[in-house]
């Protein structure tokens, strides 16, 4: 987090010609924001992801702001590509476009969709949101487009494993996935995922209300997935509240909790590709970070790789190139508007609606468990119900070791049991 001399963006931004991004005589729905000056508009524009070609994803469509969040937009059959992406037999996959709302509280969409197993059920069907690891800038790697169309070299392995959508599957529960970094590609930034997660929901509901108006739903997601199931359920009483009662739970496992934190733990050392794309991913909806980036930033930001998937990001870590080299400011890392992701990303007064079950690596060197356990005890505190688990492992094990216990635990939610409460002593004397 230390700064560089101040004489180091200077040097950069001498050497190297502004990138040549295009001038625009209107900008576009989507890189649309107030406040800002056209040229940082024509910026944010150029650093959006590539449309894929396929309208579901990419057109904005311009009454948005007449529709109610969650309304359905568009909806598509897509079983013929899914079944085989799922490898569980299903009676059907529904890529569903709805109205959501984006990280700074203008009109906005996702994308989702829902599996449904083939076993035939007397009620509602019980739903499990399984919120994917994204963690990429382009919109050909969300699991929605992979599900409307195959397997590609876009596909993030983090799709299928560990099995959390089969297993529901198979336990007779509806699948939801949502494309929760948006359509903009946010990734890490968690008020637009937790948007489009509880966006989401409505929309199935609004889909099929015999079906999945009044399921019982549980949320999960491991790492990104972590970040949106986060966010979903401190949004949840204030953005969706018809929906408390019926969400009945949520697991997070690997959460990225503080970024404050994974600034000192993830920046300059081989996470720092992932760390960049993060960043890259937030600055498309927190357009104020924009203007910091210098000229080899937009260079990188408005490039091909704007759409670069889970793998290429994280092999760009081998680069070890600090944050700091990045930006106009020699100590971003302390700006006025670091501080301010900081605190709207982390979100640590507001409580969660619905029990936690929180699980992480002891020996996480890259999302410190220090994060997890503080976030348990900030929910303790707050009154939350949550339980908290540390597996042996780091990241990528304990996603594994982890995994059996946490849906278990789901399973059992979504059973009807409610979910106790392992607070205790994190709460500290009433």
Request: charged share 15%.
């Amino acid at each position: 987090m230390l700064p560089v001399p101040s004489q180091v963006p200077h040097a950069i931004n001498g050497a190297l010609p502004p990138p040549p991004f295009p001038r625009l005589g209107r900008i576009p729905l989507r890189a649309q924001a107030k406040g800002f000056d056209h040229r940082t508009l024509e910026l944010r524009e150029a650093a959006l992801p590539s449309p894929t070609g396929d309208p579901m994803f990419d057109r904005w469509p311009t009454n948005l702001a007449a529709l109610a969040p969650g309304q359905i937009i568009a909806t598509r059959d897509v079983t013929a590509t899914a079944a085989p992406v799922v490898t569980t037999p299903i009676r059907f996959a529904r890529l569903i476009k709805f109205r959501s709302t984006d990280a700074t509280g203008a009109p906005s969409f996702g994308t989702a969709t829902i599996l449904v197993p083939r076993t035939s059920r007397s009620t509602s069907r019980p739903i499990l949101v399984n919120n994917l690891p994204i963690d990429s800038l382009g919109t050909a790697c969300d699991p929605g487009y992979t599900l409307a169309h195959g397997f590609s070299i876009a596909t993030n392995a983090t799709d299928l494993i560990p099995p959390t959508t089969q297993l529901a599957l198979s336990h007779g529960y509806a699948v939801l996935i949502p494309d929760h970094q948006g359509p903009r590609m946010a990734y890490a930034e968690p008020v637009v995922a937790g948007h489009v997660v509880l966006d989401a929901i409505r929309a199935a509901g609004n889909l099929d209300r015999r079906s999945f108006g009044a399921s019982r739903i549980a949320m999960t997601g491991y790492s990104g997935g972590a970040i949106a199931t986060n966010g979903a359920t401190k949004l949840l009483a204030g953005y969706a509240p018809e929906l408390i009662g019926r969400v009945v739970g949520a697991a997070l496992g690997g959460v990225p909790a503080d970024f404050r934190m994974l600034v000192g733990s993830m920046n300059a050392n081989l996470a720092t590709g992932l760390f960049h794309a993060a960043t890259f991913g937030i600055a498309r909806e927190r357009t104020e970070i924009l203007p910091m980036a210098n000229d080899f930033a937009q260079w990188l930001a408005t490039s091909p790789l704007k759409n670069v998937c889970t793998i290429p990001a994280a092999l760009a870590g081998q680069t070890f190139w600090p944050m700091q080299l990045l930006s106009n400011n020699p100590d971003p890392f302390h700006s006025p508007v670091a501080e301010h992701i900081y605190r709207v990303t982390k979100m640590a007064d507001i409580k969660s609606a619905v029990p936690l079950y929180i699980y992480h690596g002891t020996y996480e060197w890259w999302i410190p468990a220090a994060g997890a356990r503080s976030l348990y005890r900030e929910q303790c505190l707050l009154g939350a119900r949550a339980t908290y688990r540390e597996v042996f492992g780091e990241h990528v094990s304990a996603a594994v070791l982890g995994f059996p216990a946490a849906a278990q635990w789901l399973d059992r939610r979504l059973r009807g049991i409610p979910a106790g409460d392992e607070c205790g002593e994190a709460r500290g004397p009433r």
